[in-house]
């Protein structure tokens, strides 16, 4: 069983590798942000919640996220594995991630970081809210907010994957092929 943590700041390319991740492993995908998109839609407290904070370009606190992490791994009892993707964002979640997971017998396999210059995240961000429809796509300042705070709050995490030997990172720009192809060798040496 693989159990990914898919780290990156905003922009580089996370969703996008974790697509082909999932097909070529079939891994079962969690993302907070479809998390939250998902309790968003049904109308749920915590969807409320985390929208307040997605709109100010915030992370979201973290019993919100870690109340929704763990109802979707309770739900996915058959999976071959997970692909964390941006989840977890502090270090505090991280424990709180390893720790759920023991009450399931699993472990995270390994952290993959995509590196990625900041110039490039902006202009890739930009060009996705002109798509996506997202709000924090599309504006410079909450742009800079989720960079900044992803710079300030998030990468800590690797820190925390790196003392347990569990991280590597990988060149994030390049072709989407390429970038693949070297996250796979990376999971294939597990």
Same mark, same amino acid.
């Given at each position: 069983?693989?159990?990914?943590?898919?780290?990156?700041?905003?922009?580089?390319?996370?969703?996008?590798?974790?697509?082909?991740?999932?097909?070529?492993?079939?891994?079962?995908?969690?993302?907070?942000?479809?998390?939250?998109?998902?309790?968003?839609?049904?109308?749920?407290?915590?969807?409320?919640?985390?929208?307040?904070?997605?709109?100010?370009?915030?992370?979201?606190?973290?019993? !919100?996220?870690? /109340?929704?992490?763990? @109802?979707? =791994?309770? %739900?996915?009892?058959? *999976?071959? $594995?997970?692909?964390? &993707?941006?989840?977890?964002?502090?270090?505090?979640?991280?424990?709180?991630?390893?720790?759920?997971?023991?009450?399931?017998?699993?472990?995270?396999?390994?952290?993959?970081?995509?590196? !990625?210059?900041? /110039?490039?995240?902006? @202009?890739? =961000?930009? %060009?996705?809210?002109? *798509?996506? $429809?997202?709000?924090? &796509?599309?504006?410079?300042?909450?742009?800079?907010?989720?960079?900044?705070?992803?710079?300030?709050?998030?990468?800590?995490?690797?820190?925390?994957?790196?003392?347990?030997?569990?991280?590597?990172?990988?060149?994030?720009?390049?072709?989407?092929?390429?970038?693949?192809?070297?996250?796979?060798?990376?999971?294939?040496?597990?």
């Amino acid at each position: 069983m693989y159990n990914i943590v898919l780290f990156g700041p905003p922009g580089a390319g996370k969703g996008t590798q974790s697509e082909k991740l999932i097909e070529k492993y079939d891994l079962t995908h969690l993302s907070t942000g479809d998390l939250f998109r998902k309790h968003l839609g049904e109308g749920t407290a915590l969807g409320e919640l985390a929208k307040k904070y997605m709109n100010e370009g915030r992370l979201v606190p973290d019993e !919100v996220v870690i /109340s929704m992490v763990e @109802e979707k =791994i309770a %739900e996915s009892k058959n *999976t071959k $594995g997970f692909i964390f &993707d941006g989840f977890p964002r502090t270090t505090a979640q991280a424990q709180a991630l390893d720790s759920m997971l023991e009450r399931h017998d699993m472990s995270i396999s390994g952290m993959i970081a995509l590196d !990625v210059p900041e /110039s490039v995240l902006k @202009e890739r =961000i930009k %060009e996705r809210g002109k *798509t996506s $429809g997202r709000v924090d &796509d599309q504006d410079e300042e909450k742009i800079n907010t989720r960079i900044s705070v992803y710079f300030q709050e998030t990468l800590p995490v690797a820190a925390y994957y790196e003392k347990q030997g569990k991280f590597t990172k990988i060149n994030g720009v390049g072709t989407i092929q390429g970038i693949f192809n070297d996250i796979a060798h990376v999971i294939d040496s597990y």
